[in-house]
């Protein structure tokens, strides 16, 4: 079947414009997570939905970014006035629901920072 | 808290020679431990995972892995490499305390097998 999907595969923008970055999980899968990866700081857990509630966002790095899922499917992480430090691949991951232990993982959208 | 060391950033080895990556956790509950599989420009790929019950578990494409409760080990291993394994390789932990839920990642292994 269709695993996860994310969108765009790439985006550059300029230092202080504001980006979107949407994950399309498994069909049926409620719980969401999204992370980061960067050279300097690995991979990096940002945030997880359960359905459309985000009960944890401690590893969200800055008030700069924010999520939201709704319909209890696609979800969008949002980044404003972005910098370059924000420059990394974005990944995206769903399971079955939270108590399902694997997390299944998209392909990552390459966010880069001029 | 959680975390995962791999103390390898690269491991080489000769196609046909079993292979090991190691990877050690720390959690303050019950590991629930994971290795995931990254090719250039790809995303993560489950490769297995160890929850309870039988220490060695077995996975996709050949690979293994032994979980160690005292030495808090979970090293990757396969009896023979192929070249097409060469790639990044991440062991990753949850703690099975209520309310945790993310994934801790090691700063990944890369493999390079060797025709």
């Known amino acids: 079947g269709a695993g996860v999907s994310q969108s765009p595969s790439n985006k550059v923008t300029e230092k202080g414009k504001d980006v979107e970055l949407r994950c399309d999980p498994i069909s049926g899968h409620t719980a969401l997570y999204w992370y980061r990866q960067s050279l300097g700081q690995g991979l990096e857990f940002l945030i997880y939905?359960?359905?459309?509630?985000?009960?944890?966002k401690s590893g969200l790095p800055s008030d700069r970014f924010s999520a939201e899922r709704t319909g209890g499917s696609v979800s969008t992480l949002t980044i404003q006035r972005t910098q370059q430090e924000d420059s990394a691949v974005y990944l995206c991951?769903?399971?079955?629901?939270?108590?399902?232990?694997?997390?299944?993982f998209g392909p990552g959208t390459r966010l880069t920072v001029l | 808290a959680q975390s995962v060391a791999q103390p390898e950033d690269q491991v080489n080895v000769a196609e046909g020679n079993p292979l090991t990556v190691k990877c050690t956790y720390s959690?303050?509950?019950?590991?629930?431990l994971f290795w995931y599989v990254q090719y250039p420009n790809r995303g993560l790929q489950f490769l297995l995972k160890?929850?309870?019950?039988?220490?060695l578990v077995k996975g996709s494409y050949g690979f293994e892995a032994e979980f160690n409760k005292s030495q808090t080990s979970f090293h990757l291993k396969k009896p023979s490499a192929l070249v097409s394994d060469s790639a990044l390789y991440f062991c990753a932990v949850r703690d099975s305390g209520a309310g945790s839920y993310q994934l801790t990642f090691g700063k990944g292994t890369k493999l390079s097998v060797i025709p």
């Open positions: 160890y929850i309870t019950g039988d220490n």
């Open positions: 959690v303050s509950g019950n590991p629930y």
């Open positions: 991951a769903s399971s079955l629901d939270l108590a399902d232990y694997t997390q299944y």
């Open positions: 939905f359960q359905g459309n509630s985000a009960p944890d």
